[in-house]
């Protein structure tokens, strides 16, 4: 792992850059699972002083900081951890429906604009990190819930209505309310069935595409 990292600070430097060593952009994680109950659970490796040096911008040689396999880490939006700690990335979620539905309440948008920004803006903000996630049903209704209330009230519509009704399709007379649980579970079978049919194809079938 050392002269991984060493051959990639060499990589940055041939093209005039430098690895970042600020400890929100540059960590470690030295992990080792352990069967518990069954179940395969990640916790922090006991390796002594182990270290993991790189040189900075001034050819200065920093250790890495490492951080607790509990500890979530931001990465291109996303809040992770090893141990599959998700507190961060939940809240981060519920904190942004939370304001865009404060704005959507204050704001002067029509019934038609606000319920379509329920589609369009947000939906898709909560919904793009899911992929890399396993929310349960009920995390999930947590996260959505300020954003469908506040919508239903600004387009007309009472916020007791049936979830039921609000997640039927429009074709069979439903609302069609963005539900991030199934779209995490379609979007990770998707993921999953082109993961199988791509390991199955002969090695030279992608040339003819």
Not at 54 to 62: G, H, L
Not at 98 to 127: D, F, M, P
Not at 137 to 165: D, F, H, N
């Amino acid at each position: 792992m050392q002269t991984v990292v060493q051959q990639w600070g060499d990589l940055m430097e041939v093209t005039g850059g430098a690895l970042n060593l600020d400890p929100s952009k540059s960590y470690s994680y030295l992990v080792e699972y352990v069967w518990k109950h069954g179940k395969r659970i990640a916790s922090d490796a006991d390796t002594g002083d182990f270290d993991l040096v790189t040189r900075n911008a001034d050819n200065e040689y920093i250790s890495l900081t490492r951080l607790n396999c509990n500890d979530e880490s931001e990465m291109l939006g996303l809040w992770m951890s090893p141990s599959g700690n998700k507190m961060k990335m939940i809240n981060s979620l519920r904190l942004a429906a939370v304001n865009w539905a404060a704005k959507l309440r204050l704001g002067r948008s029509s019934q038609a604009e606000g319920w379509k920004a329920l589609h369009t803006t947000i939906s898709s903000k909560l919904i793009y990190p899911l992929l890399a996630l396993t929310l349960t049903e009920k995390e999930c209704t947590s996260v959505m819930a300020p954003t469908i209330r506040t919508a239903l009230l600004k387009a007309g519509i009472s916020s007791c209505i049936s979830s039921v009704v609000r997640r039927t399709p429009t074709q069979s007379l439903g609302l069609e309310v963005p539900n991030p649980f199934m779209a995490m579970g379609t979007a990770r079978t998707a993921l999953l069935v082109e993961h199988c049919w791509q390991k199955h194809q002969p090695a030279n079938s992608f040339k003819s595409l």
